[in-house]
Nanobody
Framework: VQLQASGGGLVPPGDSLRLSCLPS????????MGWFRQGPGKEREFVAG????????SYLESVKGRFTVSRDNAKNTLSLQMNSLKSEDTAVYYC?????????????????WGQGTLVTVSS
């Protein structure tokens, strides 16, 4: 099982990026999915999560109103739209599949991790 994340890059503050994650198995349509990140010298933290049918989403407080998590189960794709990026958003972003049908802020609830994609916000 693989979670292929893409879309990272170097952008100036205020810009946007869209991250995508393509699970390798269809069964992810039954699992909550989410994004975590790990900044330089920091612990990995929850960023956003979405339930199996997209009906429930949750966010890290500091990204609310700027980031939007979405999923397309027909295309087996998870996305994270990141707008108004700030330097503190610089991190390696990981997509994750949870053990259950809903997302969780707890890393112990993650069943599979993606390999990460680097987002650098700098002028």
């Amino acid at each position: 099982v693989q979670l292929q994340a893409s879309g990272g890059g170097l952008v100036p503050p205020g810009d946007s990026l869209r991250l995508s994650c393509l699970p390798s198995r269809r069964f992810f349509s039954n699992n909550g999915m989410g994004w975590f990140r790990q900044g330089p010298g920091k612990e990995r933290e929850f960023v956003a999560g979405i339930s199996w049918n997209g009906g429930t989403t949750s966010y890290l407080e500091s990204v609310k109103g700027r980031f939007t998590v979405s999923r397309d189960n027909a295309k087996n794709t998870l996305s994270l739209q990141m707008n108004s990026l700030k330097s503190e958003d610089t991190a390696v972003y990981y997509c994750a599949a949870f053990r259950r049908a809903w997302a969780s802020r707890e890393q112990s609830e993650v069943q599979y991790w993606g390999q990460g994609t680097l987002v650098t916000v700098s002028s």
